[in-house]
Structures are given as C-alpha cells and as structure tokens.
C-alpha cells in the first residue's frame, strides 16, 4: 500500500476544516457549498479507506508498517525520538472504514439537518476537523500520535458539545467533557512515560517486537518485574481510555454531551470517538496479554455495562437514554478486548457504530420532526407520522436488543461465549445487561412511536418526516446496521472478521461450549427484555415526578437521579477544590501570608526610618557639632588611652 | 560584529528617537518598528549563521575585547544554541509588541518607545553575555526601561506594584553580586564565563546565591508574588515583554550558570527545587482557577508554566533540559499572545473583569478564534507548541530518575488543571449571552491581526515541526545535561560539603603558584 | 633666630578652634562661611609652618591647592547664600532646615 494514498485520506479533510474554517467569511451565505466541501473531503478519505481495505483484504502482507510509514522526524531530542509515520493494517483499515463510512453518512445528514443554522459553516469545519483529528488517532505508528488524534478528538468534541455557545448548559457540557477527558489523559501520559522507560521509545513496531522478544528488552521501571512494570503502563493507559471511552468512574460526560447537535452525538459519541479506548487497548493487546492486566478492563466494562444500563432503565430524555446506551454497549467491547477476544470487541465496536449511530441519527430526526423536543414522555404514536424514521429507529433498537440474525446479535454474543470461558460472573452480568439493554431500548420505542399521542397540539400540527438528504442517510446506514453481523460475523471465532483480523491479534482461546447454545439463550434473553417492555409500556407513558417524600427513597428515585454522581462529584470534588483555591490558597496564603510578609519587611523597614529620621533635625550646625564631638573623642581616645 | 549590530541597534533606536524629538508620533512609531523589525531581520542572520553540528566550540559567533583591563572585565559576547531561540525570541517580541502598541500610548510616547527599545538592548545583552560582569550589567540595566514602562504607563497602582518588582528583583541580584565577586575572585580575578569550570569553594552557597537570584525572576513559587501585581498594573505590552522574555532571563540562568558551574550543589538542593517547582505548578494553576482579573489569571498561569520549566531544567535529563529551553520560547509566545489579546479587549471595554463579558464569540468571531488557539496553545494541545515542551520535560524527568517519579505524577495533574482554569475563563468570556454593553464592540482590526498571526505561525509551527527548533539546540543541551549527571549511586551529598575535600583543588592552585615563583627566581 | 615650631602650631590649633566655635554657635551664614575660612587658614599656617620645618615643599604646594580650593568654595558659597538669601529673605541658619527629615 502507498503511503502518498494513506496521506491523501489523511490530509483531505484538513484541507475541509482550512477551507470551512478560513474563508467562513465567504462561505457563510453559501450553506450548500459549505456543505458540499464537508461532505466532498470526508467522501475522498472513504474512497481512499475503502482503497486501502480492499488491498489488504486481497493481499495480508499488504499492511503499512514500520520505516515504510515514515513520514517525518516529528519530535527528537537525546534519546527521545518520535516520527509522524503510519500503521495500516487490517484493524487500522476497519477503523478507517467506520470512521469514514458513518462519518460521510453523518456529513450528508448534516447538510440537511443543520439547515439554517447560523454556524453552518463552522459546524463543518470542526466536523472535518474531527475526522482529521480520528484518522490521526487509528494512523498513527506510535502512542505519541494517538495521543496527539486522542485530544485532537477531544477538543473537536469539546467544541461540538458546545457548539450552540450561547447556552449555558451547552458550554458546560463542552467544558466537562474535555476536563474529564483531561483526568483520562493524564493516565494516559504517564502511561507513555512508563512505556518509553521501559522501552526507550514509543513506536508500535518496537514496543511489540520488544514485547514478545521477552524480558530481556524491557527495561524494569516499577517494582521488581517487567510484568509489574507493564501492569502499571497498561493500567495508566487503561486510565486514558476510561476518560475517552465513558467507563466507571469517568462516564459522567457522555450524557451530558448530548447537549451537541445530534450528528455530532452520532458520529462522536457513539461511532467513532468513544470508541477510541477500545481501539487503543486492541491496539496494545500484546502488551495487555503480557501485562495479564485485562481482567481490570474487563471487570470495569461488564460493572460499567450494567450500572449504564440501569441508569438508562429511568431516562425520558430520547438522546439521554442513547447516551447511558452507548455507555453500557461501550462496556460490553472493554469485556471482549479485556477478557483477551480482541477481535470480537472490535468487531462489537464496528456494528455498534452502524447501529448506535443510526439511531442517534433517527432520535434527531425525531426531535427535527418535534421541534426539538426531547422527552418522550411528550411523544408516543409518531409511528404513523414518520413511517420511515420509526422503521430505522426499529432496525436499531432490533440490533443493539440482539434480536437474531441482526448485527448486535452476533457481536454481543461473540463477547458473552467467550466471557463464559474467562469468568462466569462477567457472563452473568452481561447477560442481565442484555436483557436490560432490550427493555430500555425498546420501552424507548413503546412510548415514542406507539400508543396515543401526547404531543402537545401546536408541536403535533407540524411534525412531518424529514426531508431526503436526512431520511436517505437512516436508509442507507440501517442496511450495514442490520446486516453486517451477519456478514462478518457468522461462525463466530472462525468468522470473516477474525480471520481478517488475525495477523493483528494474538489468537484468542476458543471458548467452551456450543455457540449455537450460547446464541439461543441470548436470543430469549433479548426477547424476553423485548416483551416485558411491551407489557409495561405498550400503551402508557413512564410515571411523572414523585410527589411524596416515601417515593423520593424508593430505588428507582435513586436510578432515575443516575445515582446522584454529578451531585456527589460536585459536592465533595469540584467545590472543595475551588473553594480551597479561592479561599486558602489565594486569599488566605498568596495575599495573606507571602504578600504579607513581602509588605510587611517593607512597613519594617519604613518603622525604623521612621525613627531614624528624627536625628535629622536640618540645623547644620547640630550635626557638626555631633561630628567635632566625634573627632574630639577619637583624638583624645588615641592620645590617652593608645599607648 | 553581527551579534554586537543586534544587540546595540535597539539603542540606535533610542538615540535617533532621542535625537528628533520635534517629529510627530507617527514618525517615532515609525523609526521604533523599523529598527526593532531590522534588529529582528538581522537576528535571523544568527540563526542562519549558527552551525548546528559545530561541537568543538561551545559558543558561536564570539566577540571579545578587553573593556577595563585592570578588573579582568572583557565585552565578551557569543551566542550558543540555548541563548539563540532566547535571542531570536526577544527580537520577535519587540516589533510585535510595538506595533500592538500603535494607538495605544496616550502620554509621552517617545519615552515609551525609547523605553521598549533600550529594554530589548537590555534583554538581547543578558542573553548574549558570557563575561560576569558584563551580564550583571545588562542584568541590572534592562530593570531601568521596564521600570518606567510600568511606573509610567501603568494602571491605578503602578507604583506599588513598579517599586515591589524592582525591590524583589534587587534583592535577587544583590545576592547574585556577591555570587559573582566569589567566583572572580576564584577564577584568579577574571568574570570570564567560558573560563570558569572545577569545583569552587563553598558551591553549595555560590549556588543559592545565583539560584535565588534566578527563581526570583522565574518567579518560583513562593517568590511569585511580584509578578500578578507587575502584570496587572503594566501596559499590555509590559506584560507581554515581562511574561514573554523577561521570566526566561530566569531560567536562562538557571541553565547558564546555577547548573554547569556548581553541578553538585545543583544536585544537593536538587529535591527542594523541585518541590517547590511541583508546588508552583498545581499552586499557580489553582489561583489562576479563581482570578476574577483576566490578567491576573494568565500570570498565576505564567507561575504554573515557569514551574514546568524549572522541573525539567534540574531533572538532569537531556530531553526534559531541552524540553525547558523549548518551553521557555513556548510560554513567551503564547502567553505573550494572551497578554496581547486581552489588551486588545481592554481597549475596547476598559476592563479586564472576567464578569463583565460572556458570549464574545459572536461578536468578535476572529477574536475569539485567535483566543481559542492561544488557549489551546497554553493548555497544551498536540499539534501546538505548548505539548511538545511539556511532554520532553515531563518525560525526560520521568525517565531520568533524578527525583522521585511522584513529582512528575504530581506536576502531570497541572495538565488536567491548565484544562480547567483556561476553559473555564474562556468558556465565561467567549460563550454565553451576549451582554448588552458588549453588543457594540467591534471584531479585530487588520493591524492587530497583523500582530498576531506571525505569533500563531509560530505556535503551528513549534507544535508541527519542532525539529525546527530542537537541533540547533541540541549539542548546547547535551553540554549541559552532561555536566549535571552526578553519579546517583555514589552518597554524594554527604561528601560534597567535605570542606577537606573542596579544599584541594585550590592548595594545588597555589603550590603551583609558588613552583613558577621559584622558577622565576631561579631563571634569574 | 627663628620662632620654634610649636608657637606655629599652637596658633594653628587656637584659629582652627576659634573657626570650629564660630561655625557651631553662630547664626548668620555670612559668619559662618568667614570662620570656615578661618579654619582653612588655620590648617594652611599648620602646612607651612611643618614645611619649613622639614625643609620640604609640598606643605607649600598644598597651601596653594587649598587657597585655590577656598577661592573656589567662597565663589560658590556666597552665591548660594546670596541666592537663599534672595528666596527666603534670611540667612540665619536656624530658619533654613528644609533638610529636616
């Protein structure tokens, strides 16, 4: 493969942001242009991804790797030294089609759904900013670049969530986000400390080749082994992807990341960004099987999994309940990379990106068709009305529930076998998580689309299907949502994807038992959650507010209040630090304490000048005096007493 | 010669405006930009004329010429990769800081011109020096036109703030005087920098002498506390001068003369050092967090940054000691650029409260994107120059082992923490509704954007291709972090205040002495 | 026949102890400024007095610098008094003490 295609699918949305974000000026009165220029650079990366697919998918030897991906000598100074340079290979080429695939879709959706906002064009500059900023993360040859797509990604979404600016809530969802994201990236930096300490460099091709050489060429950075020292890298990095990807205990900024417009959820907070960690932990597999450290990432994926998915149980807020959805899906891959099948949690990553993007995509239409409104307790029997948002919606609430046959199915239950064979408990949760995951999703479906209408009377005159450019997009994106776990997915671990993917992983045991088995119980349990939901909300809305306080203690109350953690973050966190800022540090110690020891050596010294200065009475004669006293004494002094 | 035309055209400047004092403003403007401009062009020279592999002279273009024979004190100036992006730095600011100052001086504005210029003198010839003296001249010098910038053209209570930055920085001086007397003394009673090597008598004092000093002009916490009232009070270009060139003359010489001349002492007080510099770093980011003045909050920024740099810098790391060097141009640049724009939104408001604005972003779009990349700049962003220096310096001390692999845990959290207080006031200026008596602002102007893009070209330009800026340094910080590696399995510290021990190089000194007496004698 | 050295000196001592008197109790700087002079005069008879004696010139030379000197001081003495003079009305230096810390 070519590097110059590699640069072109690269560099093609760059050139997007530049032209969006520089001559926005000129653009501004032109939004078909602006969008055409958008969704035109992301269409050349695609081509140039499906290129770059389809020659490693004819040719496995065809991959991008070491010197041959040298671009330049980004950073060099003593024995640190980092390139900007390329990895391509099977899991870098499916990355690329995700990223690109949803990512043109979501573009043609926003061309649409954008329509007439005052920030058109700067909205398509950080949506190519971010692709480019993706690409960077997936391409790179070494953790530096990640980490430089890494908080590329995180900026791009800092600004999206807060691309309506004039709200306040908009900002300070932007704001959380990149701060949060900040806690994850700091373990994340350390994490590359630790690495290139023990490596001496940052580079993929070495770190793995040194990996699997042996213990001789890791250098010991902590405790006594390597393997300590590679448990508290990959740990630190596990940090980093805690942040990025929306895990326990960091997940508190997804949800409130939906303040964005709703593409930018689908492509970044559900398809492409969160899933980063995920990535970067498959990437690491080599070193994760040394370090025997999976067992933390996926115990924190199945806990996150199921904490999410109860939360989700209570939301009325459409975006909110995708949100808590793609937390606990996201969950659900930490289980598959962290249990060691780092195939099928990639594989879970691509299916969920087609599904979870596809509803994001499908709530905004929703909410285009409902004025923006977001709670559904306001909705219900919009089946009628948008035919073919609600058919969509239905393909990816299908998928994500593990209806048979359809993609989530295959994925989730690839995860869940081979859970089975590393931990039962984890098997457990994630099946209880399963059938959660089809109650929330489908009590969203229930009530949205089914049952009497409660929309209120002026909302209910306007609602009407989205135009083409937005319904084309669901149409086009619910076909891979519904079908390519059946394409890649079938046979399990000697399906087309791990066989794709298996230069890149190191091979994973094949779980005990019958898939068949496995498939079957999870299609009852899907089913199952499909049907309580039915019984519970075919025809009524969730329960208003309590209005007593013995209700205010019921368990649900705790779960529909998603457990209080913002509040206790907030309470014994956040406040803490800024009043102790405010307060101690500055009041009390900087303009107390320092300042005040600095002026009060200066009021000192002004005391004694003070006193020194009565002597200084302006009659000249007095201080002659005082000097021929002076003399008289000395002289008498040496003629008196010397001698 | 082209070092000394680069130094001293600045005065030119001074003099010429000195000289035509009946021209009208916009010739004085106009003489002051064209020589800081020509000073800046020139200065290019020395980069172009630097020898990037050169590694059997420490220093580069020299020059030096006996200026009072009779004391030892020669003009001894030479530049090496290290003072080079300091020079190259300063020559930057000026022009741009004079131009930002166009229409912004209402009083006196020869003086204020001649003042910047004689300042650039000052900072270029700090830079430059390699003769004690000759350096504490420059030193003390360059305290003059910054004293009148803020004492003249400052705000309420430019006093206060003129006469505690002058005293602080004395007080430093005044220690590093004596500092300076000792080693010429020692030096068989030369203030010749590249002659001086071996140990020195009472190092570990000399050291804090010349340390002090130093992490006053940093300003290392706790000696911080000049800085937020000089900024607050000085001119908007004072402020960008001051953070932009003047904090490195700190730990300019730090890397100077604290770590190569007495690198043993360095390592002795190494973990006190480096306490502090943690301090500082979550201290400042902290303070900075609750500032409700915009200039304040990118001072207290400044302590947090500057602490990054003295990390690094006594890490005895090669890659964390380069990353300071690096870090040293990045903060000038991007806090110089945040001074800048904040000066800008003064001119318009009349108020640097962070309450009286909010939702700029769509009244001043470009403003605000200039903002938003500056901000980013200072939190460190990959792909701006902010994270390139921080990631050597944090990396380099990790790995190096110099101190406790905690205080980079601890000074990583300042990452996080730059996060927080510079979103935080960017998200309380640039977003929310627009206020009423803001809705008549106008968006930047084309001299202004003048002024800051050649800053933004540059904050790509580190963050893309910092090679750029790290090879010329790179045998300059080799020199240097080869000095300081002290053995660290040997129990150093106990045994390098033996005064036993210390005392020998010097007995040999002087038996020498004598040996060549008696061959004289005995000659004749 | 000449005088001994120690009449010289004694005259010395008492013109120099006359001027220093002079300067500390009185009050008008007129008078001052002559018992000054009166001191410098005292120290010149001191120099030449010694000068003979030792048989040696520079005492002389000396009291040629300090007549120069004193001529110098008396130009610029008077004219500061005359210009004080001119502002304040008075020359009694108990009445100019704006040295006064």
């Known amino acids: ?643 | 010669m082209l070092l000394s035309l680069v130094i001293f055209l600045p005065l030119l400047g001074v003099i010429a405006i000195a000289l035509l004092r009946g021209m009208g403003p916009s010739v004085v403007k106009g003489i002051a930009f064209t020589i800081s401009l020509l000073t800046f062009v020139i200065s290019i020279g020395l980069y172009t004329g630097f020898e990037e592999t050169a590694t059997d002279t420490a220093f580069q273009l020299v020059e030096k010429e006996n200026w009072i024979t009779g004391l030892g004190i020669s003009y001894h100036i030479g530049i090496d990769g290290i003072s080079l992006w300091l020079i190259l730095l300063t020559t930057f600011l000026t022009p741009v800081c004079i131009l930002a100052a166009w229409n912004s001086v209402e009083k006196g504005l020869n003086g204020f011109m001649m003042s910047l210029l004689a300042l650039e003198t000052g900072m270029l010839g700090v830079f430059c020096s390699l003769d004690l003296f000759l350096f504490f001249v420059f030193w003390e010098a360059m305290l003059i036109p910054m004293y009148f910038l803020i004492g003249i053209w400052g705000g309420e209570r430019r006093i206060y703030a003129t006469i505690k930055f002058v005293l602080y920085t004395m007080a430093g001086s005044a220690l590093m005087l004596v500092g300076i007397l000792a080693l010429y003394f020692q030096n068989g009673n030369s203030f010749d920098l590249t002659t001086l090597s071996g140990r020195f008598t009472h190092d570990s004092y000399l050291f804090l002498a010349f340390f002090i000093a130093f992490a006053i002009k940093v300003p290392l916490f706790p000696f911080h506390t000049w800085l937020p009232d000089a900024h607050v009070e000085a001119p908007t270009v004072g402020s960008v001068i001051l953070a932009g060139v003047l904090l490195k003359m700190g730990t300019y010489g730090i890397i100077r003369f604290c770590l190569p001349l007495f690198p043993e002492a360095a390592a002795l007080h190494t973990p006190w050092i480096v306490t502090l510099a943690v301090i500082g770093i979550i201290y400042g980011a902290l303070v900075a967090m609750v500032q409700p003045d915009l200039k304040k909050l990118v001072a207290y920024s400044s302590v947090s940054h500057l602490g990054f740099v003295v990390l690094g810098l006594f890490s005895q790391s090669h890659e964390a000691i380069q990353g300071s060097v690096l870090q040293m141009v990045n903060h000038g640049l991007s806090t110089g650029a945040l001074f800048l724009l904040v000066g800008m939104i003064y001119e318009r408001r009349h108020s640097r409260m962070i309450v009286d604005f909010g939702g700029l972003a769509k009244r001043m779009p470009i403003f605000a994107s200039i903002f938003l990349i500056v901000t980013l700049s200072s939190i460190g962003l990959p792909g701006l120059n902010g994270f390139v220096g921080e990631f050597m310096i944090l990396l380099g001390s990790f790995v190096e082992g110099a101190f406790s692999k905690w205080y980079v845990v601890f000074a990583t959290t300042g990452v996080i923490l730059a996060a927080v207080y510079m979103l935080w006031m960017f998200q309380r200026v640039m977003f929310g509704k627009l206020d009423k008596t803001n809705e008549s602002l106008p968006d930047l102007n084309s001299r202004e954007i003048a002024v800051l893009v050649p800053i933004l070209v540059f904050i790509v330009w580190i963050g893309v291709f910092p090679n750029t800026f790290l090879k010329p340094m790179e045998t300059s910080v080799e020199k240097v972090a080869t000095k300081v590696q002290v053995p660290r399995s040997t129990p150093a510290v106990g045994q390098v205040n033996n005064p036993g021990e210390t005392q020998k190089p010097l007995l040999k000194q002087n038996t020498e002495i004598r040996l060549s007496h008696e061959e004289e004698a005995q000659t004749k | 026949m000449s005088l001994p050295l120690e009449y010289y000196l004694v005259l010395s001592a008492l013109l120099f102890t006359i001027g220093v008197i002079g300067v500390l109790i009185r009050r008008n700087a007129i008078i001052i400024f002559m018992c000054i002079e009166l001191m410098l005069n005292a120290a010149n008879l001191a120099f030449v007095a010694i000068s003979r004696h030792l048989g040696q010139a520079e005492g002389q030379l000396f009291v040629i610098f300090v007549m120069a000197v004193a001529a110098a001081e008396v130009a610029i003495g008077l004219a500061i008094i005359v210009s004080v003079f001119k502002h304040r009305e008075t020359i009694n230096v108990d009445e100019i003490n704006s040295l006064k810390g």
């Open chain 1, 1 to 643: 493969m070519s590097k110059e295609l590699i640069i072109i699918l690269l560099i093609s949305p760059l050139v997007g942001f530049l032209i969006n974000g520089l001559f926005s000026k000129w653009l501004k009165g032109n939004e078909k242009l602006s969008g055409t220029i958008g969704a035109l650079a992301v269409f050349i990366s695609l081509i140039c991804s499906i290129i770059a697919f389809v020659t490693i998918n004819i040719d496995s030897n065809a991959t991008l790797e070491g010197d041959d991906g040298f671009v330049y000598k980004w950073i060099a100074g003593g024995k640190f030294s980092v390139d900007i340079g390329f990895h391509v290979d099977a899991l870098t080429t499916v990355m690329l089609l995700v990223i690109t695939g949803v990512g043109f879709l979501i573009h043609v959706y926003s061309i649409g759904y954008m329509h007439g906002d005052e920030g058109y064009t700067r909205y398509f500059a950080y949506l190519n900013l971010f692709v480019f900023a993706m690409l960077i993360l997936v391409l790179g040859n070494n953790y530096l670049m990640m980490f430089v797509g890494w908080e590329g990604v995180g900026l791009c979404s800092y600004l999206l969530i807060g691309f309506w600016y004039e709200k306040q809530s908009a900002t300070d969802a932007g704001k959380k986000a990149f701060i949060v994201n900040r806690i994850g990236d700091f373990g994340f930096l350390l994490g590359m400390f630790t690495l290139f300490a023990a490596f001496e460099s940052l580079d993929f091709v070495t770190i793995f080749d040194k990996a699997e050489t042996g213990t001789s060429a890791i250098n010991v950075v902590f405790g006594e082994t390597t393997k300590v020292t590679l448990m508290v890298a990959t740990l630190l990095l596990f940090v980093g992807a805690v942040g990025k990807s929306a895990q326990l205990p960091l997940y508190v900024w997804l949800p409130d990341a939906m303040e964005g417009p709703t593409p930018v959820s689908a492509l970044i907070h559900a398809a492409t960004m969160v899933t980063a960690g995920v990535y970067m932990i498959a990437r690491s597999a080599v070193l994760y099987n040394l370090a025997g450290t999976g067992v933390v990432v996926a115990w924190i994926g199945v806990l996150t999994a199921l904490f999410a998915a109860i939360i989700a149980l209570k939301q009325n807020d459409i975006k909110r309940i995708l949100a808590y959805s793609t937390v606990s899906q996201l969950g659900y891959m930490f289980v598959g990379v962290g249990i060691g099948a780092y195939a099928s949690g990639i594989f879970h990553l691509v299916t969920h990106a087609f599904f979870k993007g596809l509803m994001f995509l499908t709530a905004g239409s929703v909410m285009h068709a409902m004025a923006n409104e977001l709670d559904i307790r306001k909705m219900g029997g919009l089946r009628k009305k948008l035919p073919i948002t609600h058919a969509t919606f239905l393909v990816g609430a299908l998928a994500i529930a593990g209806a048979p046959l359809l993609s989530g199915f295959w994925s989730k239950d690839e995860i869940l076998h081979s859970a089975w064979g590393s931990s039962k408990i984890i098997y457990i949760i994630g099946l209880a998580t399963a059938f959660l995951t089809a109650f929330y999703m489908f009590r969203l479906i229930f009530v949205t689309f089914y049952g009497k209408s409660r929309v209120e009377p002026e909302v209910d005159s306007h609602v009407h299907e989205s135009p083409a450019v937005m319904w084309l997009p669901l149409v086009i994106l619910a076909v891979p949502a519904a079908l390519i776990g059946l394409l890649l997915g079938v046979g399990g671990h000697d399906s087309w994807f791990h066989h794709f993917t298996e230069d890149v992983f190191p091979k994973a045991d094949k779980a005990p038992g019958s898939v068949l088995l496995f498939m079957a119980i999870s299609s009852i349990v899907g089913i199952a959650g499909i049907a309580f939901a039915w019984t519970r909300y075919k025809d009524r809305a969730p329960a208003a507010e309590p209005t007593n306080a013995l209700q205010k203690k019921d368990f649900s109350w705790l779960v529909a209040n998603k457990f209080y953690v913002d509040e206790i973050y907030n309470t014994f966190i956040v406040q803490p630090i800024k009043n102790a800022s405010h307060f101690l540090l500055w009041k009390l110690f900087d303009v107390g304490i320092i300042d005040g020891i600095v002026n009060g050596v200066a009021a000192l010294i002004r005391v004694i000048g003070g006193l020194f200065r009565r002597l200084q009475t302006g009659v000249v004669q007095a201080y002659i005096l005082s000097m021929v006293i002076g003399i008289v004494l000395f002289l008498a002094y040496y003629l008196f007493f010397v001698n």
